[in-house]
């Protein structure tokens, strides 16, 4: 035999050896020295014995003729055993019996609930806005006490630079042009985030199917990806291990959300500052802290109300409100402490720097908000809320609602002679 011939029989059956060691791989092709997977009653015991049973029949030259006998996935096998048996109602709709109960349910109508008297959305447990802050004459407020300082607006930020600086020859038309669109520009940075009311927990459990227990041992989380559905009204419904369906938690939606609709700002694992927010405190990061918390969460989660105020309080504790001044966080900041009563911080240092009309502004908004307060009836009475004496309105605030009631009169009587001093 010559050489040649030699190396093509050594080839074919090197080929054919390598082709009956991977006809079948996998875990279940593991031999199974102990025998324990003969005696264990579990899920994957009998898948084992399953597939160790449909090899050894293909080998012993058996044929499988019945329907079930063709299944070799256990699973599969289960689900064959079912009843299937279908009843109608009405000829749109059909249901299926298990145990003597229909498991439709008539609630579910495609990405809305029905109740008994009316459909509404999925978005019935999510957040809304809070009355007061969508109020104009706050929104206004809260525009003119944040204050627009284009060297704070307008600085560069790490990661924001796109280009070079450029130096251009202008005009003074094209100057003045500049600054408007460098105007319109510094309000949209500006825009203040939405301040929402916390979402309900989701607790809905749609149907129960006993017949599912212990057929998957794992969660399955179904999502409708329909075009043109807003994602909180989007179904994502959960099926449990044992059976239960359900709708997904405010959790599990978000993770859903940020697979099939991912957010550029959003990760799927939560940064781990949040649990110990001493070290960016101590590095006074609290503008970064809202920025990477309002990229994170939703504005109506929990961990977005909790972790913004716990950011609030710690700036109103070591007086940092310069932090977020001319930030957009700084109108949301402002509107937390008026809604909680604790402005006295906030006015005590607005005071301070002599932005007597934004002080008097945090009191009307102040009054505003809580207007069951001595305050706000004070200034209705004597009708101070539309007058220009900024003073007056801040002494009606210290004298009636104040905490820090002589810190904040100091204040005034610092500034006064402030004013006394550069007047004469």
């Known amino acids: 035999m010559s050489h040649g011939a030699r190396n093509l029989i050594y080839r074919c059956h090197k080929n054919i050896i390598c082709a009956r060691r991977s006809f079948y791989t996998g875990p279940e092709s593991i031999p199974d020295y102990s025998g324990q997977m003969n005696q264990e009653n579990t ?21 499988f003729t019945d329907s079930k006998e063709t299944l070799v996935d256990w ?12 009843l109608t109602k009405t000829p ?13 349910d008539d609630r579910l109508i495609g990405n809305t609930i029905r109740t008994e008297d009316k459909v509404v959305g999925e ?15 706050i929104q206004d407020l809260l525009r003119s006490i944040t204050e627009r300082q284009p060297e704070k607006v307008h600085a560069c930020r790490p990661g ?10 202008l005009t003074d038309a094209q100057l003045g042009e500049e600054y408007k669109r460098k105007d319109k520009e510094a309000k949209e940075i500006l825009k203040m985030p939405p301040v929402m009311t916390e979402r309900g927990d989701i607790d809905d459990v749609l149907a129960h199917d006993s017949c599912l227990d212990g057929y998957e041992t794992a969660k399955l989380v179904f999502t409708d990806i ?8 989007r179904f994502i419904v959960v099926r449990e291990t044992d059976g239960k369906l359900r709708k997904g938690t405010w959790d599990e939606r978000d993770r859903m959300l940020q697979i099939y609709y991912p957010k550029p700002q959003r990760t799927m694992i939560k940064s781990y500052w949040t649990e110990d927010l001493s070290i960016p405190f101590s590095n006074q990061l609290h503008l970064s802290m809202l920025e990477h918390i309002y990229g994170q969460y939703e504005a109506d989660s929990h961990d977005y109300i909790r972790l913004t105020q716990v950011v609030y ?31 006295d911080g906030l006015l005590r240092h607005i005071i301070n720097e002599q932005l007597l009309e934004h002080a008097a502004g945090l009191v009307k908004l102040f ?13 209705k009475e004597e009708d101070l809320m539309k007058g220009d004496d900024c003073l007056a309105m801040i002494k009606v605030y210290v004298e009636n609602d104040a905490s820090n009631i002589q810190v904040l009169q100091l204040c005034l009587e610092t500034f006064e002679l402030n004013k006394q001093e550069h007047t004469g």
């Open 226 to 233: 329909s075009e043109d559905v807003p994602n909180q009204e």
């Open 75 to 86: 699973g599969d096998k289960m689900v064959y055993d079912l009843d299937h048996s279908i």
């Open 313 to 343: 309080d710690n700036i109103d504790k070591h007086s940092l409100y310069d932090l977020l001044r001319s930030t957009r966080f700084y109108g949301c900041m402002v509107f937390y402490f008026a809604k909680h009563s604790s402005i």
């Open 92 to 104: 749109e709709k059909y249901h299926v019996e298990i145990e003597d109960k229909l498991t439709f």
């Open 160 to 169: 924001h630079i796109k280009s070079m600086p450029r130096i251009r020859l």
């Open 123 to 137: 978005s019935s447990s999510v957040g809304k806005m809070d009355p007061d802050f969508i109020r104009p004459e």
């Open 367 to 379: 009054a505003f908000i809580k207007q069951e307060s001595k305050t706000a009836q004070i200034l």
């Open 43 to 63: 899920l994957t015991a009998k898948k084992y014995r399953d597939i160790y049973q449909r090899v050894k029949g293909l080998h012993d030259g058996k044929e």
